[in-house]
């Protein structure tokens, strides 16, 4: 599966139609020495729509607080990092690493600080006065062996439903209450059909469908055996989690079939131009909706059903890679990133909430208001799909037997593929 993507990564980019073109805040052209020596190579996956949006908000602080530099845009597009993991590697691999890049904090940055390819920033927490603006727990995901690899500039949550009213009216279904349980959203799938939606399910490829499983073993198992699950602790052949697989199978019988072609914001298109009723989604979402100004009344979202009371979360952190290129402006960006504007400029417009523990709820449009109050009251919950519960190679292993599951629909070798996964490294 990795040969496949880096090929098809490596022709996207030969093509030119990966890389997002560079765009900074002076015009210098970037050639010379004095311009190379002022370009912070900033690497993420947030290319377009909301997730432009949100980097943008941290490339303006870093306009006004970082005027010495120059910010230069190595995104390349694909939710989840589908595209911009492989990227990265190479280019880490190569020894030609960025000036910062994005990582999800807990497994997957463990991935980094194990090959050495990230640097221990804890001397910039004390300067920036970061030890005592983030809450402990978060610090700890970041920390290995009492140092530091990154600075988070965010909280998402990843189990969430997006659904279109207007939709579910036609079959009589209200919009502002969640169904309670797996089965009772199977239920009102089934009303739906009767009612004319083809496919009232939106749901796109890789990740998605990953974040779908997680969400039913999360409703199935309760979140202490489903945290268990990812450290081994619950048993990845027990019957509790078939159990949770065949109605993870029933779910994807309501999905629309061009499910292995689309990304995340096409299958949001499908709910928002109301042929589908629902999709699952992190909470990017909210910034998605934001930037393509769909207005507050035409959506709706709760936690996805039996996960009420859970909060499945994932934080993206920046880091300073060994030997990355100009040490002194990514010391910037992460100063910008951990600052208290930087995050306010960012998690407003990214559908995320801050990682600070001092940000004004008000400052906030209404979605995060909502998630920042279940932040504090809820029981926490890793994602796997977003590295902080699994690592980079296990999460390949995951990816790969869930593609093939949309295709065989064969439960057993789903649940035996998972649990292998899990044992890898
Ligand atoms: C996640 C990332 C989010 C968002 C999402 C969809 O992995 O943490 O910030 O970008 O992918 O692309």
């Given at each position: 599966?990795r040969?496949?993507?880096?090929?098809?990564?490596?022709?996207?980019?030969a093509?030119?139609?990966?890389?997002v073109?560079?765009?900074?805040?002076?015009?210098?052209?970037?050639?010379?020495d004095?311009?190379a020596?002022k370009?912070v190579?900033?690497?993420?996956?947030?290319?377009?729509?909301?997730?432009?949006?949100g980097?943008?908000?941290l490339?303006?602080?870093?306009?006004?607080?970082?005027?010495?530099?120059?910010?230069?845009?190595?995104?390349?597009?694909?939710?989840a990092?589908a595209?911009?993991?492989?990227?990265?590697a190479?280019?880490?691999?190569?020894?030609?690493?960025?000036?910062?890049?994005?990582?999800?904090?807990g497994?997957?940055?463990?991935?980094?600080?194990?090959?050495?390819?990230?640097?221990?920033?804890?001397?910039?927490?004390?300067e920036f006065?970061?030890d005592?603006?983030?809450?402990?727990?978060l610090?700890?995901?970041?920390?290995?062996?009492?140092k530091i690899?990154?600075?988070?500039?965010?909280?998402?949550?990843?189990?969430?439903?997006w659904a279109?009213p207007a939709?579910?009216?036609k079959?009589?279904i209200?919009?502002?209450?969640?169904?309670?349980?797996?089965d009772?959203?199977?239920?009102?799938?089934?009303k739906?059909?009767?009612?004319?939606?083809?496919?009232?399910?939106a749901?796109?490829?890789g990740?998605?469908?990953?974040?779908l499983?997680?969400?039913v073993?999360?409703?199935e198992?309760?979140?202490?055996k489903?945290?268990?699950?990812?450290?081994n602790?619950?048993?990845?052949a027990?019957a509790?989690?078939?159990?949770?697989?065949?109605?993870?199978?029933?779910?994807?019988?309501?999905?629309?079939?061009?499910?292995?072609?689309?990304?995340?914001?096409?299958a949001?298109?499908?709910?928002?131009k109301?042929?589908?009723?629902?999709t699952?989604?992190?909470?990017?979402?909210?910034?998605?909706?934001l930037?393509?100004?769909?207005?507050?009344?035409?959506?709706?979202?709760?936690?996805?059903?039996?996960?009420a009371g859970n909060?499945?979360?994932?934080?993206?952190?920046f880091?300073?890679?060994?030997?990355?290129?100009n040490?002194?402006?990514?010391?910037?960006?992460?100063?910008v990133?951990?600052?208290?504007?930087?995050?306010?400029?960012f998690?407003?417009?990214?559908?995320s909430?801050?990682?600070?523990?001092d940000a004004?709820?008000?400052?906030?449009p209404?979605?995060?208001?909502a998630?920042?109050?279940?932040?504090?009251?809820?029981?926490?919950?890793?994602?796997?799909?977003?590295?902080?519960?699994?690592s980079?190679?296990q999460n390949?292993?995951?990816?790969?037997a869930?593609s093939?599951f949309?295709?065989?629909?064969d439960?057993a070798?789903?649940?035996?593929?998972?649990?292998?996964?899990?044992?890898?490294?």
């Open positions: 599966m040969g496949g993507l880096s090929r098809t990564v490596a022709v996207l980019s093509a030119g139609l990966l890389a073109s560079a765009c900074g805040n002076s015009d210098d052209g970037g050639s010379g004095s311009a020596s370009d190579t900033v690497f993420t996956w947030w290319a377009d729509g909301g997730e432009k949006a980097l943008d908000g490339v303006s602080t870093f306009g006004t607080e970082c005027k010495d530099f120059k910010f230069v845009n190595s995104a390349v597009a694909g939710g990092g595209n911009a993991k492989q990227v990265l190479n280019d880490l691999s190569s020894g030609n690493p960025p000036s910062t890049f994005q990582a999800h904090a497994a997957e940055l463990g991935d980094y600080i194990k090959a050495g390819q990230v640097d221990d920033v804890s001397g910039l927490y004390k006065g970061l005592k603006a983030f809450p402990q727990s610090i700890d995901n970041l920390t290995v062996d009492g690899y990154s600075i988070p500039a965010n909280v998402h949550r990843a189990n969430v439903v279109n939709v579910l009216k079959a009589n209200d919009g502002t209450t969640a169904p309670a349980t797996v009772a959203w199977i239920a009102d799938m089934d739906l059909k009767a009612a004319g939606v083809k496919a009232p399910l749901i796109s490829k990740f998605a469908q990953e974040m499983v997680e969400a073993l999360l409703a198992l309760g979140a202490d489903f945290t268990g699950l990812w450290k602790e619950t048993d990845w027990g509790d989690v078939t159990a949770a697989l065949d109605k993870y199978k029933k779910l994807l019988s309501y999905t629309n079939s061009d499910r292995e072609a689309i990304d995340w914001p096409d949001l298109g499908y709910v928002n109301g042929q589908a009723g629902y699952l989604m992190g909470d990017w979402v909210a910034a998605q909706q930037a393509d100004k769909v207005p507050d009344s035409a959506y709706t979202y709760w936690p996805a059903p039996g996960t909060f499945q979360y994932l934080a993206d952190s880091t300073q890679p060994t030997g990355g290129k040490p002194d402006g990514a010391k910037c960006w992460l100063k990133v951990g600052s208290a504007e930087g995050q306010k400029a998690n407003t417009k990214k559908g909430i801050p990682a600070r523990s004004q709820p008000s400052d906030y209404k979605y995060q208001q998630a920042m109050a279940d932040w504090a009251k809820d029981k926490i919950v890793p994602s796997c799909a977003h590295g902080a519960a699994c980079l190679g390949n292993d995951i990816l790969s869930i093939q949309s295709g065989s629909q439960v070798k789903l649940q035996s593929a998972l649990g292998a996964a899990m044992k890898t490294s």
